[in-house]
């Protein structure tokens, strides 16, 4: 899918949208329990949040699209590297 498509399919934006909101509150609660910076210092942990309550609050309809969709293709592999990395670190805890 390019950007053009992703614009266009409203039930993609849509799903994307909720999808990062989702990670966003999650991240934020995990936040709340454990010191993501400690666990995994190459996490982007405060990006998502952030990101989360722009999405939540619809801060700029017309901005939304673009900003997701270059979020899905230049942030969402670091979050995702970041992420398996504290599950790594969050597994090595709970073994011991």
Same mark, same amino acid.
């Given at each position: 899918?390019? &950007?053009?498509?992703?614009? #266009?399919? #409203?039930?993609?934006?849509? #799903?994307?949208?909720?999808?990062? &909101? *989702?990670?966003?509150?999650? +991240?934020?609660?995990? @936040?709340?329990?454990?010191? +993501?910076?400690?666990? *995994? $210092? @190459?996490?982007?942990?405060? =990006?998502? /949040? ?10 700029? =309809?017309? #901005? /939304? $699209?673009? %900003?997701?969709? =270059?979020?899905? /293709? ?11 990395? +504290?599950?790594?670190? %969050?597994?090595?805890?709970? @073994?011991?």
């Amino acid at each position: 899918m390019d &950007i053009e498509a992703y614009e #266009a399919d #409203a039930r993609t934006r849509y #799903a994307c949208e909720r999808a990062f &909101i *989702a990670i966003g509150e999650a +991240l934020g609660d995990l @936040g709340g329990k454990v010191d +993501l910076v400690v666990l *995994a $210092p @190459g996490g982007p942990w405060v =990006d998502p /949040v952030r990101f989360r309550h722009f999405l939540a609050h619809d801060y700029d =309809d017309k #901005a /939304v $699209p673009p %900003l997701v969709w =270059d979020t899905i /293709v230049h942030d969402l592999p670091e979050l995702d590297a970041a992420l398996a990395e +504290l599950e790594t670190v %969050l597994k090595t805890f709970a @073994g011991h």
